[in-house]
């Protein structure tokens, strides 16, 4: 059983590049979200997805998109990435319907220069 | 949305030493979660407790939900516990973004040999 699984776990990309980070739960949970953890902060919500087709914005939406087009994919897209999204970025995974803990995958690194 | 506070900020500990981590929350939820983040960045379920008392070998936690507030006791801490802890309040699942998880800026951990 492999949990929340993302890839790749570090990426360099220059300013304007694009890129997508990938999220994979095999535990058929229908919430999938993504976060984003800057220095001395903690995690904050980014995108979020209640099931296949559905898709919703967090706090800081701004510079991602998203899609769900099946269970158990969630990946995050950078159209243009810029020096301000250089962060550490995680992806979770819970049951929508069963109050229960929230399963976070190992992060990737993401530096923009 | 809830605001989380965590406190104290920093904590510094001889090993063998006991601690208290405290987090307090602004409105009720439905669920919460206590995480280590290791060295590594690594973030891992320590517990998920919605109220009530739980216990994991030398660390226990104790929520109390009516009075919004969580605390993570450390018992005869290791060097192996220094990192970051966060809690992470879960918003009620009826409400907007799904009952989403809403971490604190975390307590940084450090303990000497």
């Known amino acids: 059983n492999a949990g929340v699984t993302q890839t790749p776990k570090f990426q360099v990309l220059k300013t304007g590049q694009s890129m997508t980070l990938q999220c994979a739960q095999d535990m058929n949970h229908e919430y999938m979200s993504w976060y984003r953890q800057d220095p001395g902060m903690g995690l904050r919500l980014i995108h979020y997805?209640?099931?296949?087709?559905?898709?919703d914005q967090g706090e800081v939406p701004n510079g991602y998109n998203v899609s769900r087009s099946t269970t158990e994919d969630f990946p995050l897209r950078l159209l243009s990435a810029a020096p301000s999204q250089t962060s550490v970025y995680f992806c979770?995974?819970?049951?929508?319907?069963?109050?229960?803990?929230?399963?976070f995958g190992q992060g990737t690194r993401l530096t923009v220069v | 949305g809830i605001q989380v506070e965590q406190s104290p900020p920093d904590l510094i500990l001889q090993e063998g030493a006991n601690s208290t981590l405290r987090c307090n929350f602004s409105?009720?939820?439905?669920?919460l979660q206590w995480f280590h983040q290791n060295p590594w960045g690594q973030l891992i379920n320590l517990f998920y407790?919605?109220?009530g008392t739980k216990q994991n070998g030398r660390l226990s936690a104790t929520t109390v939900a009516t009075e919004r507030y969580s605390l993570l006791y450390i018992s005869s801490s290791q060097t192996t516990d220094s990192g970051v802890y966060f809690c992470?309040?879960?918003?009620?699942?009826?409400?907007?973004?799904?009952?989403?998880?809403?971490f604190g800026q975390g307590t940084i951990l450090t303990v000497h040999p």
């Open positions: 997805s209640v099931g296949a087709g559905i898709t």
């Open positions: 407790i919605p109220s």
């Open positions: 992470a309040p879960q918003g009620n699942a009826g409400g907007t973004s799904y009952g989403k998880l809403t």
């Open positions: 409105d009720s939820v439905n669920n």
């Open positions: 979770a995974s819970r049951p929508l319907y069963r109050v229960t803990e929230a399963f």
